[in-house]
């Protein structure tokens, strides 16, 4: 099952979350479908990943989480959107709302690196030469 993670680009989107405002692909990856995949389990699994998943106390840090941080990536939030094979949710203050595809962007602001960007390193880390990145 695809897993897609966006970000709501709008400045007010924790206060009124989200309105059809534009977000940015920040994460994706796959998770192996089971009997019990329901999306709802889904998107808060996602949720959990974008905010504790990286957290050494919540557990053991998971790979997707540290590099979703790495990037430079915020927290999930209220506003933000997560796919499920291409069902789309709205994080509300409390569960999730099923949307319409969201307008998508492919802009860097403080707190979101989009999906592909551009390769520039983020900020505060370095860039390794191809031959130590094995």
Do not use: K
């Amino acid at each position: 099952m695809s897993i897609q993670v966006f970000h709501n680009l709008h400045d007010r989107a924790l206060l009124v979350g989200y309105q059809g405002q534009p977000v940015t692909e920040v994460l994706t990856y796959q998770e192996p479908p089971t009997s019990r995949s329901r999306d709802v389990d889904l998107v808060e699994s996602a949720f959990h990943l974008c905010n504790v998943g990286d957290d050494p106390e919540a557990g053991q840090p998971d790979p997707r989480a540290v590099r979703y941080r790495h990037r430079g990536n915020r927290s999930l939030s209220i506003g933000d959107v997560v796919t499920v094979d291409g069902r789309f949710y709205a994080c509300q203050r409390i569960g999730w709302h099923r949307i319409a595809e969201p307008r998508q962007l492919h802009e860097r602001r403080h707190g979101t690196t989009p999906l592909h960007h551009d390769q520039r390193p983020v900020p505060g880390t370095q860039p390794q030469p191809p031959e130590t990145q094995r």
